[in-house]
């Protein structure tokens, strides 16, 4: 059985080397045509998956995506990008071109690493991933266990949403600054920062691993606290439904798509986080389009499952829609931004989380980066008591580590009430004359 399988991959492959040597992907970069964005246009032989590939190589640019056209029907696929700086400039760099250029176009590779997106050997760290319960004080003990067993974090994220944490972490060994790789060591990590985790409450799910694996780090999040569900809501979850991203869920019968709208406050990487669930959930996307007005983002896709069906039942929709839901909210972050930025050493991440903890702050959410012997490390902070950010401590805490090292880069905003109404008018307008959009309450019972 082994063998077939192992057969049919190497055919699969085969096949698709043999595609893209007749149907080479095309990229055209055009600065002339829009006033305020570099166009992006991406053409290939179609292949689940790929569009996220082209948004996350895009994504990982820190290019803005201010729109986006995407079709995809039959075996062929279309990208239209409308991309910025982040400073809302065109894209001018002939080094940042150059790199769009061979990443999307027939030097690259992108078509056929999709069964591994993001994955190859390193032994330059140790990856951690961790997910768990979230609690005050969490990454303060995370960092210490860490410490306390000779791991240097030289770079990581950690998320929270909806009473749930997950971590993605690049470590090395104290000493040597390279991988960990002896196993009773690695078995030690995992045990004792999965203890960790659960708590007092030894019934609570928690998980560790490790890897000497290079991942995509916000797709693993995604992927971690997908697993983790936490898109379910929680009797306790009391935020204000206006808050929430507008996600609309519908089918199309005539044409066997479902069509997913959705509203929400634009910010960047909105894209990459919608397509990322999409895939991850076995949904492809025949067309998309993808706008901004104001400070609003819309976006729209017409998607299909994987095994060809449009969504089938109620509860589909439903979790569909939570999916989606909680992609967005995870990268929104609550509370007050600081920035540190110093020269790295060990321990450095736990002695700031632990000022931090000792000040009543807990971290919602972490980017952690050493680069040429500096640490630059981000920090979304909130009080542990659930109270505004107190100025004084944020004051003390600045003196504690160094006014110039560690500084504030905003403050909490005030929530924003999103639109009481489903978004209905759909942008791709004309592109299909049926009106045969119906709502799930109003047509088909479910088997």
Known sequence: MEMNMSFSHDIDDEYEKFIRRMNP??????????????????????????????????????????????????NWFMDVFNVTDQDGNKILDEGILDYIRKSLGPESCFTSSMRSVGVKQSMDHTAIELTGSDRPGLLSEVSAVLR???????????????????????????ETG?????????????????????GSNKSSLA???VSNSVTHTERRLHQMMFADRDYERTSNDVLDERQRPNVDVVNWYDKDYSVVTIRCKDRPKLLFDTVC?????????????????????????????????????????????????????????????LELCTTDRVGLLS?????????????TRAEVTTKAGKAVNTFYVRDASGCPVDAKAIDSIRQVIGQTILKVKGSPEDPKSAPQESPTRFLFGGLFKSKSFVNFSLVRSYS
């Open 351 to 363: 002695d700031v989380t632990r000022i931090f903890r000792e000040n009543s702050l807990t971290v």
């Open 277 to 337: 669930t999409l895939t991850d959930m076995d949904y492809v996307v025949f067309h998309a389009n993808i706008g901004t007005e104001g400070p609003d983002s819309y976006q729209e896709y017409y998607i299909r499952h994987v095994d060809g069906y449009p969504v089938k039942s109620e509860a589909e929709r439903q979790r569909v829609t939570q999916c989606l839901e909680a992609a967005i909210e995870r990268r929104v972050s609550e509370g007050l931004k």
């Open 148 to 174: 306390h067993l000779k791991c240097n974090v030289v770079s990581g994220e950690v998320w929270t949403h909806n009473t749930r944490a997950a971590a993605v972490m690049q470590v090395t060994d104290e």
């Open 178 to 198: 390279t991988a960990i790789t002896d196993p009773e060591r690695l078995s030690r990590i995992k045990s004792l920062l999965c203890n960790l985790l659960k």
């Open 25 to 74: 992907p095309r990229v055209v970069i055009d600065n002339e045509t829009c006033k305020n964005a570099t166009v992006i246009r991406v053409d290939s032989a179609n292949k689940h998956g790929i569009l996220l590939e082209v948004v996350q190589i895009l994504t990982d640019l820190n290019l803005i995506i201010t729109k986006a056209y995407i079709s995809s029907d039959g």
């Open 207 to 209: 998980k560790t691993a």
